[in-house]
């Protein structure tokens, strides 16, 4: 804890002496998730982290999975190189204790529970909010440990081009390309991405590379009949090509020269908002997202399926704000199916109503807000979920103050359900409840930003095998703390630089042993200087030791170093480059999957 603690100053000793200089005016960024409705982010008392377009452009990374990793608070787990099945973890929370939302709309898997972040390409996102802690409350299942919610971009303005190819390591190829554009009655955006790459072996002992091939195209479409009337119209389709390794008993991960994985996910989302008063709004919001799965193996018997998922989604939305008291509520309806052939058929249906209030008090620099949600799950009966926040800005001195407390749940997956001689439809969801505390200092005009945030989450009745009836059962315990620094300087306009520190103590309350692949520290640092046409970058990221249960071992720490640069040639046409795993560190984020060693790659892009 130390170690990182001294990483963090070290970084802002590089920069402190420059800070006397003035602050730009920006306006405040608005964000959706806290609350479901728009809000300035400094509203927000829940923890949120915001990855904006502009980061996501200056990293140039095609993949989410890469821009979660420059995260201290987030751990990205991936069995293998680019586009392989990836989940993450959250204040010690696993891949299906996180909901992932996309414009708002669920995408966690009916059978497995978890969503597979590995295929999400980055082109079409406009930005990415991280709310953490217990958000069930107000997205039901899966939101024990936060929402990941991944908002696409939207056209606007005149009619715009953009282009994009790129090459580079592993014979990895990419082209994009979008329309976009927009005037006060309509906007439109659409996109269409190709990603190639030979890859690197899914085994980490194997030779084989295991490619891998996405194609994603993507509508976002809205149109406004009045100031008081929209409607938002978004279609998402993405298929791909993934080539896999297998496990053999005794060895572990070893090169499957013949197991294709070919995946369909699509989305169909629509949302009608209207005003019937100038403070009152309403939308109503239905949305299909599936998936077809084919996994294909000639030379074995367990790696062949085929898997059928989707899930339907209604969600009637209220919000009326009374000046210092906004107030919000609404049902929602769920239906969940998963078809696995020749194994099981099944869904279930979920019905919830739920309500939330924000008070501003003391000139608007004291803001309280509670929740309250009613689940009615189709197996295991009711779930009510609980928060309560608070924000105090002590502006005298440029100071928040945040408390929370909150309760989530998770519903037991259609597998755990269903599954042949494994599942059990008798399973309780799965709880959790939490608090934090935390705070956020301006320095120097806002030139510097230290934050703080200490947090505590116990989670009961977990989803485990048995292994008297080797079945699934509620049988786990688990207990998590852990501390997040955060410190962000620009001592010149064309200078940031960040760094964050997560120390997390998760513990298997049964077991008394650490729950595995969370690892007690992680640190990132970045530089990040752009002057004129010109923007240089770099990250350095350091995971500490994890324990793999898989394995039955450590995991070794590690240190990244990647270094990214830009150059705009003129202002339709720019040029970048990056370098991944700069002095090709071996590593492991899963035990016996590969990862990538050093890496370069180069693009351009058109803008028109």
Known sequence: MLKGIFRLLFVLSLSTPAFAQPQTFNLPEIVVTASRWDEPRTDVPQSLTVISRDEIESRGTPFVTELLRTRSDLFVVQN?????????????????QVLVLVDGVRVNSPSTGAADLGGLLTDDIERIEILKGPQSTLYGSEAMAGVVNIITRKGAGPPKTNLLLEAGSFSTRKASGSLSGGTERHD?????????????????????PDGYTNTTLSARLGY???????LDLNLRYAHDRSELDDFEAGVGMVDALNWIQRRDDYLIAL???????DNYEQSLGLSLAGQRLKSEDPDTLWNNARINTLTRQLDWQ???????LTLSGGIAYRREAAENKEVFDEAVDNKAGYVNAKLRLLDQNLILDAGL?????????????????????????????????????????????FFPFYGNPDLRPEKSTAWDVGLEQDLFAGRLTLGATWFQQRYRDLIQTNFATFTADNIGRARVKGLELTAAARPLDTLL????????DALDVDAQSR?????????????????????????????????????????????????????????????????????????????DFGTPGFAAFGGLRVSL
């Not at 406004?224 to 929209?230: F, G, Q």
């Open 224 to 230: 406004s009949p009045s100031a008081r009337t929209s």
């Open 188 to 208: 439109y955006r659409l996109s269409a991405t190709w990603f190639d790459t030979q890859g690197i072996s899914a085994a980490r002992s194997g030779t084989e």
């Open 515 to 591: 729950l595995p692949l969370r690892p007690r520290a992680k640190v990132v640092s970045s530089v990040e200087y752009t002057f004129s046409a010109v923007s240089l970058g770099a990250d350095h990221i350091y995971v500490s030791r994890r324990f793999d249960s898989s394995t039955g071992r450590d995991l070794s720490a590690y240190g990244l170093v990647n270094l990214r640069g830009a150059y705009a040639l003129t202002k339709a046409l720019s040029v970048y480059a990056r370098i991944d795993n700069l002095f090709d560190k071996d590593y492991e984020e899963a035990g």
């Open 80 to 96: 293998g190189g680019a586009g392989k099945n990836a989940t993450l973890l959250l204040r010690g929370g696993n891949g299906r």
């Open 271 to 277: 949302r009608g908002t209207i005003f019937p008063l």
């Open 318 to 324: 209220h919000v009326v704000d009374l000046h210092r």
């Open 373 to 417: 949600r009613y689940d009615d799950h189709e197996t295991f009966g009711d779930e009510l979920t609980y928060r309560i926040g608070a924000l105090y800005h002590l502006r005298a001195r440029d100071l928040r103050i945040r408390a929370n407390h909150g309760s989530g749940f998770r519903a037991p997956s259609l597998n755990e359900l």
């Open 497 to 504: 630089i960040q760094s964050s520190y997560t120390w997390l």
